[in-house]
């Protein structure tokens, strides 16, 4: 399968902290790839490599054969390349559906809809809806109708989790990276939480990255999974792979052994 | 889906004062216009406050507005209200699009300080500068409109007209713009920038349009308010100037284009009727109502037709 995205000998560093030290990844088409490892060991800086928020000292991101490696945030999400939050980042003061019509209206404008001259109410492109029903759609394919008219900063954990999600689906991603999705999500809720999410991401036919730290979802929604430790990829592969290898199991998983088994015993039965 | 009823109201408020105007006494007519100049400035503020962004230095457009308006009488003959409220914008558009580079880089107290700066140096400039009548000013040539001198007892409401047909398409034109996505896009900026940028936007060239626009309409509100005054100095540059600017804009409300010219009429109120009871210390009551606007009012008047509309 071709590579979508390529990552090779990325490093950066903070001062005297290495957080990527030649990170090197090949990212398959429509793949789900989980990214695990203990806090500090590089994910979340992978992300914001790929993504424009942090310039790697070395190395290069190509997506679909570019250079995308010094693109600013806004003109690699303007690629199709779209993200979550680990801390939802949402518009506190807006309700639901006003979020994403702050998406909708950007991607509009982008496509150099909606302007000061448009008359009617064009399309949005991708979604071949008016703004309004476009909106409307993604929140309830996300489960959010019922939240529309409320504002961000009163809504649930989990939900705003799921609205920051959806935000990001207004704009088509072709690869979704999305950082820690069920953090601060209940246990109860966490499976339900990501079978929505890899439903709704998986109808759009966007490639998946997600950063994740209960092995059980990883093991149950990864295709592939590469796993970090101090700045490096220290294994890459698939779950039942990556999640039994020593190192893993030394370095990255310690906690979560009897977890993975109990999974992996279950997913065996 | 609600319906949008603003650009009826201000059809309506125009055609009001068009009809009241000739039954109305002169001071008042002064009064109205000069609160329809400052509603434009208000207007303005407005699009910057929903961003965010609070410009200390307003004044500074109003003032370049007003002496384009005054040179465009004294240097060329021109006293057409219209002409010289359009070259007012346009000076005051050029001059913030090449200010914006830089200010749309800063945000809160950063971005208010700079824009109090410039405003600060443009009147430094001018009180040194015999050519533009240094601390005395420029005396404005009478208005004229469509070519035409309109009688005196005319003058005032023929200007006050003009001004309000002018405030009329400024606002109707400020309302689609915030119905289009750049114009949706200034409480998102406030509330999160990041997330804007992430979502494909630029929020420094939104800020940047949104900086020329409150800029053009400040430019247009000093040309008008020099044509009413009859008289352009360099306080129109000063820092009270802007104070007052963001009193009115904080004693409006974000909530309409309409909410401006409001709070610029109570302003005035306010302040004639202070200054009539009171010559030396009118500012401390401007001074308490403004406390009890933030106490009571703190989302400005507009708050006060939203609560109905809402109910």
Redesign the interface.
Known sequence: MAAILDAQGLHKSFGAVTAADGISAAIERDSVVGLIGTNGAGKTTFINMI?GYLKPDRGRIHYEGRDITEL???DI??LGI??SFQIP??????TAF?NM??????????AGL???LSRGRPLVPGHNLPA?EAAERILERFGLAEYRDKNAQVLPGGVRKLLDIA?TM??KPRILLLDEPTSGVSAEEKFAIMEMIMKAVRAEGATVLFVEHDMEVVSRFAERVLAFYDGRIIADGPPGAVLNDAEVRRFVVGGELHRIDEAQGRARA | MSRDRTPLALGGIFVAIAAAGPFLPPWLLFILTLAIARGLVALGLMLLLRAGLVSFGQALYYCIGAYTAGALGIRLGVSDVLLQALAGAGVAALTAWILGFLLARYRGIFFGLLSLALSMILYGVIVKNEALGSTDGLNVLPSTLFGMKPHEGWLRYSVLVAASGAALIAALLVHRYLATPLGRLAPAIKDNEIRVEYMGASARQAIHVKYVIAATLAGMGGALAATTVGHIDPDMAYWTTSGEFIFVTILAGTGSVIAPFLGALIFGAIHTVAYDLSPNTWQMSLGGALLALILFLPDGVWSLFARRKAA
């Open positions: 993504t600013a945030p806004r999400t303007r779209c993200r980042q949402l518009y506190a003061s807006l006003e019509m702050v998406g909708v209206g950007v991607v509009l404008r982008n909606g302007g000061f309004e935000l207004v704009a």
